[in-house]
């Protein structure tokens, strides 16, 4: 009996799992009504897919599921807006501005 069994598959490809309708849709209409969005391609993990985090002009963001990295560039072309890779460059302040601002007002 063996405790610990390879995975089947082909070794070392990872697969990343498709985004859903619903997240593409919901994050194209975040782009197309707010301004000044930009999109930051969040690395897969061992928990979660790759994502991509959309961050507004004044902060508010989202976060949702994508086709990996090169979906979530091709998502941004299409869109016409930046993209950036969160580990490189971080996530803007207006982010971190706009979660503090709504924890002072849940308060």
Do not use: C
């Amino acid at each position: 009996m063996s405790w610990f069994r390879r995975r089947k598959g082909t070794p070392g490809r990872q697969t990343e799992r498709p985004a859903a309708k619903a997240d593409l849709d919901h994050l194209e209409n975040f782009v197309r009504s707010r301004r000044g969005v930009e999109a930051f391609i969040e690395p897969r993990t061992t928990v979660t897919e790759t994502t991509v985090m959309l961050i507004a002009h004044d902060g508010e963001w989202t976060r949702r599921r994508i086709d990996g990295p090169d979906g979530a560039r091709r998502f941004a072309h299409r869109l016409a807006i930046p993209i950036y890779d969160v580990r490189l460059v971080g996530y803007p302040q207006r982010m971190r501005d706009y979660n503090e601002r709504r924890k002072r007002a849940a308060n």
